[in-house]
């Protein structure tokens, strides 16, 4: 391949005097043709876009006129062309003659967005066929060609940025900065199209290749803390029921936390079939109830530890009424997460204009997705923790037997535990959390922070541990406590001893074979 030495770019405005219009999406389509028209540009267009301009009134030049050549094979092939690519790639100050002598003449402006792929692969019926027939192949080379020749020509890919165009075509001229900026937009744009596809095409979902595409949903005033610039990005396509994807109610603009915790809290709260509530504080469920009564798990929930709830999330897996609602608005809470909401409690909402009120819609249970995190020069990638574990895959591994009530406590323990930080321990008695012991640095410690967390209320409770016990030390502190019986994974080399000291103090102990460390 030949490459030019020493390239040289036009930085001046230049006269836009041919445009090129082809879009799937044609919101405002004719009012931006009309503005390119009244400047005096010929307009070049293709298809469904065609009949769109001219049934407006917009005189069009067909691309297959220009090319002389038909559309063919359903429309695959229409602007694959020498005269469109050259059109639009040729440097104006260097390849006049191959123009002139291949008869090709200058593409100035581009406006071209793509075939729904995104939307289409989010279709329940949706099939390979269909997602490959979705895949625009001559709009994205158009879109790159322009956005590559950015000295001489300007692409737009955004009915966002139409009033831009016509405004700076009042003057005939496109500057510079403009095209530059719509360039960047459009690589952005055709990058977020391929690695959509990328996604959806690749066999495994730990491939070789690991892309990443989102598209902002807001500007956040800050990150974890005042002086951290932060934004929220969603999935393109992605229609799910979560955070980003809620109906907003009221309430203030959400945080870079308020989402981290709602996130949170939505991930726990889908875990129980029966109703529930769960209260979130710095990304740890500090309180969570079900039962058969919503008003009565709110209640129990927040009052399992009142000082932690106070300033946290809400969240629901029922709908929230206004007896409810009239409870919330008695104490002080950031925000309240539910699939819907009465019209009632939505008016009592109202008296608290700062709370964030947000509907996420009817909700399943979690599904496998990938999780990433950032680390210097990288990511780490892992499969959404989904793992349930019922009481047939319990062990019950000490003399003393837990009782049916024991097993089912100690199993609602385990639920609410995979969702706080480890080394995480967490006792719940009467299907409601009492103490939470969370991120500690040794599991003794978090076993000593959960107890002084429920106090006296832990006697007759179930405490879960995230992780094997490594000393007898934990069982040791339990003493007394009145705990019937502990859950934890198994696995330790002091397995004996740990379960020695539950048979000496007269406690149950559960395995479940499963880890559940939550970083």
């Not at 027939?133 to 890919?157: F, H, L, Q």
Request: proline share 4%; with cysteine; aromatic share 8%.
């Amino acid at each position: 391949m030949n490459m030019l030495d020493n390239p040289s770019l036009n930085q001046n405005p230049i006269n836009i005097g041919r445009a090129l219009i082809s879009v799937f999406d044609k919101t405002g389509v004719v009012g931006l043709a009309q503005s390119i028209n009244r400047a005096g540009i010929e307009i070049l267009s293709t298809g469904g876009t065609a009949q769109e301009l001219r049934s407006a009134g917009v005189p069009v030049l067909d691309i297959s006129d220009y090319t002389q050549f038909p559309e063919i094979m359903d429309g695959r092939v229409k602007t694959i062309n020498p005269l469109v690519g050259g059109g639009i790639l040729g440097l104006r100050d260097k390849h006049k003659n191959d123009a002139e002598l291949n008869k090709i003449q200058w593409i100035d402006l581009v406006v071209c967005n793509l075939y729904p792929f995104s939307e289409t692969i989010s279709q329940g019926n949706c099939n390979l066929a269909l997602a490959l027939e979705n895949i625009d192949i001559g709009g994205p080379t158009m879109i790159r060609s322009a956005a590559k020749n950015v000295g001489w020509a300007c692409v737009v890919v955004s009915p966002l940025d139409y009033s831009t165009i016509a405004d700076e075509l009042k003057s005939g001229q496109i500057l510079f900065e403009t095209r530059k900026k719509l360039s960047a937009k459009a690589f952005g744009y055709t990058a977020q199209y391929e690695t959509t596809i990328h996604n959806y095409l690749k066999d495994r979902p730990l491939s070789k290749n690991y892309s990443l595409t989102f598209e902002k949903y807001s500007e956040l005033r800050y990150g974890e803390n005042p002086h951290q610039s932060a934004a929220a990005y969603r999935s393109p396509g992605n229609s799910e029921p979560n955070v980003l994807n809620a109906t907003v109610h009221q309430g203030k603009q959400l945080s870079y936390n308020n989402i981290m915790d709602a996130d949170s809290a939505l991930s726990c709260v889908r875990d129980f079939e029966r109703s529930a509530c769960v209260v979130v504080k710095h990304a740890n469920p500090c309180g969570v109830a079900v039962g058969e009564n919503v008003l009565d798990v709110y209640h129990r929930a927040f009052n399992a530890d009142p000082q932690s709830a106070f300033g946290g999330v809400l969240a629901f897996n029922r709908t929230c009424t206004k007896e409810v609602a009239e409870a919330i608005t008695s104490v002080f809470v950031e925000l309240v997460l539910a699939p819907s909401f009465d019209k009632d409690a939505l008016g009592v909402f109202k008296k608290k204009k700062k709370l964030r009120v947000l509907e996420v819609g009817a909700f399943g249970k979690r599904t496998k997705k990938p999780e990433v995190r950032n680390v210097d020069g990288g990511l780490l990638v892992q499969n959404t923790d989904t793992k349930v574990v019922f009481e047939d895959d319990l062990v019950f591994v000490t003399k003393k037997k837990p009782s049916e009530k024991d097993i089912e406590t100690a199993l609602f323990a385990w639920r609410v535990l995979r969702h706080a930080k480890s080394n995480g321990i967490l006792i719940a008695k009467n299907s409601t959390t009492v103490g939470l012991g969370a991120g500690q640095v040794s599991r003794v410690d978090a076993v000593h922070m959960a107890l002084r967390k429920g106090g006296e209320n832990v006697a007759g409770g179930a405490l879960a541990s995230d992780a094997f016990f490594p000393f007898r030390d934990s069982i040791d502190v339990i003493r007394g406590s009145g705990i019937n019986v502990v859950i934890q994974p198994g696995g330790s080399i002091r397995d004996k001893e740990v379960i020695g000291a539950c048979d000496e103090y007269g406690i149950a102990m559960i395995f479940t074979g499963v880890r559940c460390f939550k970083h």
